[in-house]
């Protein structure tokens, strides 16, 4: 029997933060008989178009189709919408009489503004887009904040952080209904590079990088660090590359991108080190050596100072199993 998955919309909702999870669960097949394993609906307060934050609209079915109806999986989408439709009490009761009859309830993006606003967040973990924790904690004290997860599982209550998280989230859903092997291959499928677990950080260390870094000076410099994390890395040899002197480039770096050369480098290792403990069965002391550290308790170090827990702790949580195809 197919899981109906529901998702609620409004005006102005951010397309990706629907089509995104929709297509993992339009297209996550069953592994016993190779089925569709969902069935899914779009659904508004009042049913017909809903514009999006482009130039596409998206047709949904009134949302009173589906009160009473076993929902598997309640989802409502983030967008700019959620600014207002949080305040609209017509809304958020008919959400909140959806979720009466949902096994599960998650929220893409700032859709927990509306999950918030309907108590269904209340007393438990949550996370919604970095630059929406702020409002989310101080309009809802009742809920338990948190800035850094990509997704949170509480319970029966799914929040993710924004636009692309919403894929990761419905990953990790279509995981623990249809098993592991069936969200790698629809990670495959999406051409997605890994299946992200929720406790990673919402924040890319290399997109970090190239935020600070807005001229792109120092882009080809990291790329060729993370390719050569064994080489002999210090501050004058990666001036040289950059064709500064060691004192200038040293200070320009500084400048532009908030540390030192030394920590970057670092960060660069320790990037590189947690993707191999997520991908690979190589040891940990193998890793080490791959990435520059030399021996495993100076990346053991590295680790603690960056992501506050150990490489083999790291790998216990993140890890992909070898078996999975």
Not at 18 to 44: C, K, M, W
Not at 147 to 174: E, H, Y
Not at 251 to 265: G, N
Not at 277 to 297: M, P, Q, W, Y
């Amino acid at each position: 029997m197919k899981r109906l998955v529901v998702f609620v919309v409004y005006p102005n909702i951010v397309l990706l933060d629907l089509v995104g999870p929709l297509q993992v669960f339009t297209h996550a097949l069953d592994q016993a008989d190779r089925t569709n394993g969902y069935e899914t609906a779009i659904v508004s307060l009042n049913g017909g178009k809903i514009s999006t934050n482009t130039l596409v609209s998206i047709d949904t079915e009134p949302l009173s189709d589906y009160t009473g109806r076993d929902i598997h999986t309640l989802v409502i989408v983030g967008g700019d919408g959620a600014y207002d439709v949080m305040y609209d009490r017509n809304l958020v009761d008919a959400v909140n009489c959806l979720a009466g009859s949902a096994g599960r309830i998650c929220s893409v993006c700032n859709g927990a503004l509306i999950l918030a606003a309907a108590g269904l967040l209340d007393g438990r973990r949550a996370v919604t887009h970095w630059e929406d924790c702020e409002q989310l904690a101080s309009e809802f004290p009742q809920v338990r904040v948190e800035r850094d997860p990509i997704f949170i599982k509480d319970g029966p209550v799914w929040t993710s952080a924004g636009i692309t998280a919403g894929m990761d989230l419905a990953l990790a859903m279509t995981s623990e209904d249809l098993g592991r092997p069936a969200s790698l291959e629809m990670a495959r499928s999406m051409v997605t590079p890994m299946v992200r677990a929720g406790g990673q950080s919402q924040f890319s260390p290399m997109l970090n990088r190239q935020s600070r870094d807005a001229t792109g000076r120092f882009d080809h410099l990291h790329h060729w660090i993370a390719d050569n994390l064994t080489a002999d890395l210090r501050v004058e040899e990666l001036a040289d590359r950059i064709g500064m002197s060691p004192r200038n480039f040293a200070r320009r770096y500084a400048l532009e991108m908030k540390t030192t050369p030394a920590k970057a480098v670092e960060a660069i290792r320790v990037d590189v080190a947690r993707g191999m403990l997520e991908s690979t069965e190589h040891s940990v002391k193998d890793i080490a050596n791959r990435c520059g550290f030399k021996d495993d308790e100076r990346m053991r170090r590295a680790f603690v100072r960056h992501l506050k827990t150990s490489p083999s702790g790291y790998r216990m949580r993140f890890q992909v199993p070898a078996n999975a195809p």
